[in-house]
């Protein structure tokens, strides 16, 4: 089993950047492929981002893809979600997630979730 703490959110304005972490412990972070969702109140839970074990292999979905950059470092057992020229649609909890599968899209894929971290964009 593996715990994850995120961290790193807050309020920026449209076309500023922010980065968001997620410090894991418990098993080993590098037999996990791990990804970054993300929520707005009263909807669903969204995939943003994901990475396979050693970062071989990365995933966007396309309204974040070539402004979010998704990395991890497995000697520090640390995910990272660097977001850049952010919109206000951007705005939401981010959910950092982990899986013994193979890196994936989907939110059911995923069997560890820590408690998230709000990112506000102003307009």
């Known amino acids: 089993q593996v715990q994850l703490v995120e961290s790193g959110g807050g309020l920026v304005d449209t076309g500023g950047s922010l980065r968001l972490s997620c410090e894991a412990s418990?098993?080993?972070?590098?037999?996990?492929?791990m990804g970054w969702f993300r929520q707005v109140p009263g909807k669903e839970r969204e995939f943003a981002a994901s990475?396979?074990?050693?970062?071989?292999?990365?995933y966007y979905a396309d309204a974040v893809k070539g402004r979010f950059t998704i990395s991890r470092n497995d000697a520090e057992n640390t995910l990272y979600l660097q977001m850049n020229n952010v919109k206000p649609e951007d705005t939401a909890v981010y959910y950092c997630?982990?899986?013994?599968?193979?890196?994936?899209?989907?939110?059911?894929?995923?069997?560890?979730w820590g408690q998230g971290t709000q990112v506000t964009v102003s307009s």
């Open positions: 997630a982990a899986t013994r599968q193979r890196a994936s899209r989907s939110l059911s894929e995923f069997e560890y």
């Open positions: 418990g098993q080993t972070f590098s037999s996990y492929a």
């Open positions: 990475i396979s074990r050693f970062g071989l292999s990365k």
